[in-house]
């Protein structure tokens, strides 16, 4: 500055101070990042947005987003991964970074309902074929898959439904058939089903649930092993603009040593409240996994190593949606609302058969997210919610 002072102006705007080197905390840093500086334009030149080594833009990744991505990786046993604004655009980056105009998708008819939707416009506005298979297909998927096959959607199990479909006999008929398996693995938060040694080729978690576990963050991620599908979908995620707030980024990172620890105790509780109402004579079927009268329930005691907090019921038929709406209302410990793996229980209500090409269920179907108050004073509030339907 030629011995000139800076105005206060530029004072405000910059600054030379750089604080001490030799910081250590366990907290990863919040990175808040649109322009990420170069040293010089030839460093700016030779600088690829692929480069998980180096920085580019904030769109394209901070330490703090590179870290969440590489452990993500690490605990779903993958080797690359993409952070999306939300589980849905999660999804959405695979659909769009695998799909072009006259290829087909095969969704199955359980699937989260938002993917539905999407797959419905994709069909609709953008030339995919999409068809919904029963998620009982197992090895049958071979049947359904065509040479423009592009993709096939899995989820394990359904979250509202809770078919356990037989997730390594589907991988094994698309592997042979050269199409590759996504599967939204947010039920078993990536701890209760290794998707990669399954056979799964795309790994999708809505983080939102049991990663965070705050009920108060979306983001959602996209995992591989395989480097030349992972490019595929950098491409979109770079195309779609699909970037992730720092802070957010540090809310699902101050989940993750606790995720385990929270997965199972809601795994405990929501079992012990699942046994109860089997009991009841106001509900007809309990669709837990773990249980027997829930579809599937062989592949998850094959494939699985524990439940987390997610389950249905079914009342008996002879209760009117009115009756069970009653129910969820007179429930004082469960909030009415949707998402879950957070740490209040949760109760929804679902119209099922709107929400399927087929359902042969009967009776009202209600949700539960068992959080993590105390599971006999939860039973002990169903019960009297159980009253009001007399
Ligand atoms: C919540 C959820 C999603 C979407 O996550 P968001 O972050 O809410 O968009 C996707 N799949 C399943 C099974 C979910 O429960």
Redesign the pocket.
Known sequence: MGGKRKSLQTLLTTTDYRPPEGFAAFPTAIHHASTVLFKDVAALRARNWQDKQAYTYGLHGTPTTFTLEARLAEIEGGSHCLLAP????A?AMVDFALLKSSAELLVPDNV?N??RELAHWLGQDFGITVRFYDPMVGEGIAELIRPQTALIWT?APG?VSMEVPDIPAICRAAKAAGVPVAL?N??SAGLAFRAFEHGVDIV?Q????YHSGGSDV???AVITRDKALHRKLEMAHMRLGTGVSADDTYLVLRGLPTMKLRFDAHDAAARKVAAWLKARPEISRVLHPAFEDCPGHGHWKRDFSGAGGLFSVLFDPRYSEQQTDRFIDSLKLFGIGY??GGANSLAVPYRIAQMRSRWDGAGQLVRFNIGLEDADELIADIAQALDSLA
Request: hydrophobic share 45%; aromatic share 14%.
């Open positions: 939300s589980g849905l655009a999804i989260y938002p993917n989820e979250s939204d947010t039920w999708m809505a983080l939102t649930k979306l983001m959602g998402s879950w």
